[in-house]
């Protein structure tokens, strides 16, 4: 694939999740209570998705963005997307009316439009998973840094 276009997917998918942690990370009792409504987990349990989760998005979000560890941030990306989907679909099939907690100011009720963005969202991260080959990435700046000056 064109590096140009994957270098706009890694940086579409790091900014999306950089906002949506940050959105996160700014109101966590907010957050608990979305993951609280979904009615799959305890209260407990939607206070550590809450604190961990956002965190886990920024870091990988920055990782695409500045271009280190691309392939392990896009796939734990994608398996957190892999979750969203599989609760989004829960609970459609329960018919619960929840909000989705995803960003603050662009929230959404959990239906069709939440479940085809996320399907989206996956292959994108799956796409930057399999082609990218860190172009234009910190990383690989290092490397050649670092390997020039092993052969000097």
Not at 31 to 60: G, K, M, Q, V
Request: glycine content about 8%; aromatic content about 12%.
């Amino acid at each position: 694939m064109n590096k140009y276009i994957i270098l706009l997917l890694r940086f579409f998918v790091g900014l999306l999740f950089i906002w949506a942690g940050i959105s996160k990370i700014i109101d966590p009792i907010r957050f608990i209570n979305d993951i609280h409504n979904y009615r799959l987990f305890t209260i407990n349990i939607s206070f550590i998705i809450a604190i961990i989760l956002p965190w886990i998005e920024l870091i990988c979000g920055l990782c695409l963005i500045l271009g280190i560890k691309i392939k392990s941030s896009s796939l734990i990306i994608s398996n957190v997307l892999a979750l969203f989907i599989i609760v989004i679909l829960i609970t459609m099939i329960r018919g619960i009316n929840v909000d989705c907690g995803c960003f603050r100011a662009q929230g959404g009720k959990v239906g069709w439009k939440l479940l085809i963005q996320d399907i989206i969202l996956f292959t994108l991260s799956i796409v930057t998973f399999k082609f990218d080959r860190g172009w234009l990435s910190i990383e690989k700046l290092f490397s050649k840094i670092i390997g020039s000056k092993i052969l000097i």
